[in-house]
């Protein structure tokens, strides 16, 4: 993990100084190539002269997302000056920030940068410039541990420190804390995902989830012994083709009442999904070190959490396994009694995120006694065929907290769409010898694998979000070049900040 870079905010006023005398010197402009007030003090006249000239000759319009760069205008205390476009008006009332802030800081090249927050008709709020900051910082995240020969200008990337200058700098400078330990806790759950399995192995994964203890969220791990004596038969089942042990890891951070009932986010921490027995295709096997994003995501979003000390009661547990062929694996039309009591019939071993989540429910159900439940999981690969892979699926027996959910993911970005849950689902998934089979064939399998876990949560509200499509081999975005995306951190923080925080 490259650290990512530096982000300062300072007065509208220094926009014309430079603390090194060098670096870049960015300003932002609508469609009609206007500079702010801040800017053309910045700038000076003939400044405001030459970004005119060279927007004319490099065909610069100003349109939302683009940007000019050109050597620094004589008398700017800086190397480079760069302009972004903001576009329109109407463009500009509906800017995602840290959007702007990803694309932004792709856009500085030198170490330093003052960003001037400021264009006509701008107010830039101290929340506005917390989430181009959060913006600037995941985009600036890069996975090059295991790269020997580090990329040229990633080490130089890495120590580069903005300066954002906007009028309301203070309330900015403590926005800007947040957005600092939020993009900290999205890169947590990249860097999960990202780790080659050989290296986050279970026990590591648990290992790692157990640094959350720092922040004072309290840590427990159930080893396997623990685990038969729950009754756990599914999660295990799923593990013993593996010479890796599973482990559980529940987290609690108690922001909250004492007393009062937690939220409960649940991940799937498949560390690789080889298929088992039921082996998967050798093509792009790899990307099954990801069947872990949900687990990362929780992990994630209990760093959040703890970092602001959210006022709130929230538990977070995460399954942690590899899916293994092996002469020990479990195998198809093998019967396995989960820790609710419920049977299941194997139909295929690949079908293995479910049987995780299954006895991770069941125990936090009754361990926790949760008023909400929220699932994570990349669990079908019918969910990318249905939906792609820029938005997640969600399932759920609650419309409140569908609503709540589909609410996070449109302010946040991390958007989810709801899918039904209806009757034949669940009836697709009877077993002839058991209460169920762990698949409901080819039609509907991200819906049949929905209704599996539904037969799990009892009556508490429940959400599942199948981030098959989203937690990794991630499509670039302006806040994003990682394979692992650290999916669903920033909507989780989000929901909880909305929906279950005292104020
Ligand atoms: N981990 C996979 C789902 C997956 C596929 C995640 C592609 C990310 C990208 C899951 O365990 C799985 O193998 N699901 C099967 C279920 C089937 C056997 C019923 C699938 O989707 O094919
Ligand atoms: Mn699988
Ligand atoms: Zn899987």
Redesign the pocket.
Known sequence: MADGIEIGFGPLGQSGQCPGGSGDLVVFVGDDLTLGSAARDALGASGADLVARAAASEKFKGRSLTALSLPAPGGVEADRLVVVGLGSDKDRAKTDWPVLGGFTASKVSGRTARIVLDWPGATVTAAQAGEFALGARLRTYTFDRYKTKKKPDAEEKAGTALTLLLADHDAASREGDTARSLSDSVILARDLVNEPPNVLYPEEFARRAADLAKLGVEIEVLEPARMRELGMGALLAVAQGSVREPRIVIMRWNGGPAGEAPVALIGKG?IF?S?GV?I?PGGGME??K??MGGAAAVVGALHALAARKARCNVVGAIGIVE?MPDGGSYRPSDILTSMSGQTIEVI?T????RLVLADVITHVIRSAKPKAIVDLA?????I?VALGQDIAGMFSNDDALAGNIHAAGEATGEKVWRMPLIPAYDKAIDSKFADMK???GRHG?AAT?ASFIKRYVEEVPWAHLDI??V???SNASEINRSWGAGWGVRLLDRLIRDHYEAR
Do not use: C, F, R, Y
């Not at 990349?378 to 019918?382: F, K, S, Y």
């Open positions: 498949v999904d298929g039921s998967k990307d099954m990801g069947d899916n295929n690949d079908a293995e995120g990349t669990l079908t690969g019918a990318i762990n698949t409901g399998g694998a098959a499509g937690a990794m081999s």
